[in-house]
């Protein structure tokens, strides 16, 4: 059973920060690259940013050098830092992980960038 939970989404104003956190069930997770993703209404989830088990990640162009992604293998812990959001950012934001083929998700955590 794989469980993931996110927390730390709310409202912000553009410019602002975030820091999203997943906090996720089941041993192999520790070895298993994390991924955050983000989807808005009618829109398909699209990638944020990827990190592998020995930390080496991964980021969509459009968060290059404003979201870092980091993780604590032992805590099976995977966080999301948000710096210098704007309105686009806003979206529902998901912790994944992939297993034998199977996606996992959380139940998301909304991100509002607005003044």
């Known amino acids: 059973q794989v469980v993931l939970v996110e927390s730390g989404g709310g409202l912000v104003q553009p410019g602002g920060s975030l820091r999203l956190s997943c906090n996720a069930s089941?041993?192999?997770?520790?070895?298993?690259?994390m991924h955050w993703y983000r989807q808005t209404p009618g829109n398909q989830r699209e990638l944020v940013a990827g990190?592998?088990?020995?930390?080496?990640?991964d980021y969509a162009d459009f968060v290059k050098g404003r979201f870092t992604i980091s993780r604590d293998n032992d805590r099976r812990m995977v966080w999301l830092q948000m710096n210098s959001l704007n309105k686009n950012d806003t979206a529902v934001y998901y912790c994944?992980?992939?297993?034998?083929?199977?996606?996992?998700w959380g139940k998301g955590t909304l991100v509002i960038v607005s003044s």
């Open positions: 089941g041993t192999f997770v520790r070895v298993s690259p």
């Open positions: 994944h992980v992939k297993r034998l083929g199977l996606d996992y």
């Open positions: 990190i592998t088990d020995t930390g080496r990640s």
